[in-house]
């Protein structure tokens, strides 16, 4: 059975960082998009990066380039998200989800995506 499995998120302080962890089982990330999105109270799910796992190629909303940092463990056969310099407008529930094939530009559209994880919430306090 496909799962991903997303953890690490936490309350934290402005400016402090966190990183996520998306756990897959199942399957291998061989050939594959793997992104983070999230979701805040009352607002759309939005995309907030992409790794493609066939070349490392990476993506990231303009929201958090530069303090976010996705990468991709191939003998865990998990990507994480490190998340620096957090602000409160970063509080939301954290997805992993993966789709085959690399990252594309429309590698935020989450309609572009098989398999979700479970979430994670991430609270940032000002």
């Known amino acids: 059975e496909v799962q991903l499995q997303a953890s690490g998120g936490g309350l934290v302080q402005a400016e402090g960082s966190l990183r996520l962890s998306c756990a897959a089982s199942?399957?291998?990330?061989?050939?594959?998009?793997i992104g983070w999105f999230r979701q805040a109270p009352g607002k759309e799910r939005e995309g907030v990066s992409c790794i493609s796992s066939s070349d490392g190629s990476k993506y990231y909303a303009d929201s958090v380039q530069g303090r976010f940092t996705i990468s991709l463990d191939t003998a865990e056969n998990t990507v994480y998200l490190r998340m620096n310099s957090l602000k409160p407008e970063d509080t939301a529930v954290y997805y992993c989800?993966?789709?085959?094939?690399?990252?594309?530009?429309?590698?935020?559209?989450?309609?572009?995506?098989?398999?979700w994880g479970q979430g994670t919430l991430v609270t940032v306090s000002s």
């Open positions: 989800a993966s789709d085959v094939g690399p990252c594309t530009e429309t590698w935020h559209d989450e309609y572009e995506y098989d398999y």
């Open positions: 199942g399957f291998t990330f061989d050939d594959d998009a």
